[in-house]
């Protein structure tokens, strides 16, 4: 199983870009990178995953490095609702098991 | 969080009582997993299903059973429920288009 590493918290100013860092330097050429973010004590909510192109979709991006051992989730214009816990993972192959880290607190401040 | 519904939400049990938590889906998903999550921790995964009739062990499967007797249904047992197992219990569904998880279930053992 791909073993992800966030740092722990970020913050961000309201109105402005936070770009999420994760390394995944033991991902195979064909795991997906997924990104979770969790707010309070809620379950966790889908925000995108990739292969090897970036992505976009209404929430956030996906860059993702051509060497594929790291990828970064920007979301564009931080609100105060994107305070959340946000985990990078590589579910495993044969499984799809979802292997969760600590993840990074991000703190959108106003 | 359409799609996968668990029940109870909130259960206080006595040590050495039992329960049986339900994820029950209508998405048509052949897997299922069942993780707990402990305060200031990421999910932990306990069981999971990857069809109809087949469970294995997660991360933390000591003093849980699980049964997957209908494809829509994953069931999570505590036969003798102990203090430490004082959690929140997600059920997660889904695989390779993105994973749906409910919304908890709040144990406590007194």
């Known amino acids: ?110 | 969080n359409a799609g996968v519904t668990q029940t109870p939400k909130f259960r206080v049990l006595k040590t050495g009582q039992s329960m049986t938590l339900l994820c029950a889906q209508d998405m048509n998903h052949e897997y299922m997993y069942w993780y707990r999550q402990d305060p200031g921790m990421g999910l932990r995964l306990i069981h999971y299903s990857v069809g109809e009739g087949t469970t294995a062990k997660g991360e933390v499967p000591d003093g849980y059973n699980v049964s997957r007797l209908k494809k829509q249904n994953f069931l999570l047992g505590l036969e003798s429920a102990a203090p430490s197992q004082t959690s929140v219990y997600f059920c997660a569904i889904g695989r390779y288009s993105g994973y749906t998880f409910g919304s908890g279930t709040r144990l406590t053992v007194v």
């Open chain 1, 1 to 110: 199983d791909a073993k992800t590493t966030q740092p722990p918290s970020m913050d961000c100013a309201e109105g402005r870009a936070a770009n999420l860092p994760c390394n995944h330097s033991t991902i195979s050429g064909n795991e997906y990178v997924y990104w979770y973010r969790q707010i309070h004590s809620q379950g966790p909510q889908y925000i995108i995953h990739g292969l090897k192109n970036n992505e976009t979709n209404e929430m956030a991006s996906l860059i993702i490095t051509e060497d594929r051992k790291s990828s970064t989730l920007i979301l564009p214009h931080a609100t105060l609702r994107d305070t959340a816990v946000y985990y990078c993972i590589v579910p495993s192959g044969n499984t799809g098991k979802l292997i969760f880290g600590q993840g990074t607190t991000l703190q959108v401040k106003p």
